[in-house]
């Protein structure tokens, strides 16, 4: 049995990573090892932080220890936290590192651990060079990096950034596992008489946080598209804006698509998260750039076929034809893709989504990890 710790967000904080690190630590319990998390007194000053809250009103998961006792922007604290986790002495830590903010605190911490000569410290990178650039973005990032032993990346995309800052150390790459834990598949028919959807409806959703880069402008200028009004195909967003909503807004009077919309812009409850999966009929994710995405797992995991751009890792994860289709990153091509699946329809991809979600595991993922750790020598 290996003692083993999570650096990360974990509940009260809310959102994917602090979901992601949840389940990593139940699967890591599950298979006979001793695994908590150490997660955020302070995440981010609210100044940085662009969503509503970053608290969920839903219970802890039960049966896991989470300390929330870091703080990103205390100096002390970190030199606190980084002697408290040498002297505890774990076998492995795995560290989730997704922004160069948290570059001086995760890697401060880190060094101190690597003075007990016995901790190993694993990555998971779910992006070395990120999406929206801040001054500091390069030596925050490398002074983290240089205090880890190896790394796990779920791209092909954040493995070649990663070999930038980091050439030789040891990393592997895995598939971003199945977000299992938010319940099963309900009908189609259940979950839209729970958010007021008719059945006949055409339902296309848009799920995650509205950030520039995910392309949702892109996405509202598709549905302007002609054929798709004919269709009578309507768009659900399902998310928070993490970024002025005002010009989306702007952009759904002008094009004059506020009847093909149903908006449901505040942050989706882990207990809701099924019904709107399980509403649609595709899933869409127009993005500009990426480098996974945690949509994908659940898209994979409620069986609902994507559209994707092709950008980034989305292609990889999103075999073109058969769990979805791979479009180009155009107002036009995503149309394109919208209408090519409701021509294919939705039964077409749900024997590949079913034989292909088989290898997104937690128990491959920690596999790896594990996998990874036996090759760190200390």
Not at 45 to 63: D, K, R, V
Not at 141 to 157: G, H, P, Q, R, V
Request: glycine letters at 6%; hydrophobic letters at 40%; one cysteine or more.
């Amino acid at each position: 049995m290996a003692k083993v710790i999570i650096i990360g967000p974990g509940h009260p904080l809310r959102g994917g990573l602090a979901t992601f690190n949840q389940r990593l630590a139940k699967e890591f319990i599950d298979t006979g090892n001793d695994c908590l998390i150490y997660s955020f007194s302070l995440q981010y000053p609210s100044f940085l932080f662009p969503g509503t809250t970053q608290y969920s009103s839903e219970p802890a998961p039960e049966n896991l220890t989470i300390k929330a006792v870091i703080n990103s922007v205390n100096p002390l604290n970190w030199i606190k936290i980084g002697n408290r986790l040498k002297k505890e002495k774990p076998d492995l830590i795995i560290v989730r590192f997704w922004l160069p903010f948290m570059g001086p605190a995760l890697g401060t911490i880190l060094r101190r651990v690597q003075k007990n000569k016995h901790t190993k410290i694993i990555c998971i990178a779910d992006n070395v060079i990120p999406h929206e650039k801040r001054f500091g973005d390069k030596p925050f990032t490398n002074y983290f990096l240089k205090s880890c032993d190896a790394f796990i990346t779920m791209s092909e995309k954040v493995m070649s950034d990663l070999r930038i800052f980091q050439p030789s150390k040891p990393a592997l790459l895995v598939s971003h596992p199945l977000y299992d834990n938010f319940g099963a598949i309900i009908s189609k028919e259940e979950a839209r008489e729970k958010l007021g959807i008719g059945n006949q409806e055409l339902i296309v959703l848009f799920f995650g946080f509205i950030r520039k880069y995910k392309g949702l402008d892109m996405l509202l200028e598709a549905m302007a598209d002609e054929r798709i009004k004919k269709a009578g195909i309507k768009l659900l967003v399902a998310g928070e804006f993490y970024e002025d909503a005002k010009p989306f807004h702007e952009q759904i009077d002008k094009l004059g698509i506020k009847d093909r919309l149903i908006l449901r812009t505040d942050f989706i409850q882990d207990s809701e998260v099924k019904n709107y999966l399980c509403a649609a009929d595709v899933v869409i994710q127009p993005y500009r750039n990426a480098t996974q995405s945690g949509v994908t797992p659940l898209a994979y995991h409620f069986e609902k076929p994507m559209v994707v751009t092709n950008v980034g890792g989305l292609p990889s994860l999103v075999p073109d034809k058969k769990v979805g289709l791979v479009v180009e990153p155009t107002p036009q091509a995503i149309a394109e893709g919208i209408l090519e699946f409701y021509q294919l329809g939705e039964s077409y991809f749900i024997p590949h989504l079913r034989n292909e979600k088989q290898k997104y595991s937690w128990a491959n993922m920690v596999g790896t990890i594990s996998q990874l750790a036996n090759d760190i020598q200390k």
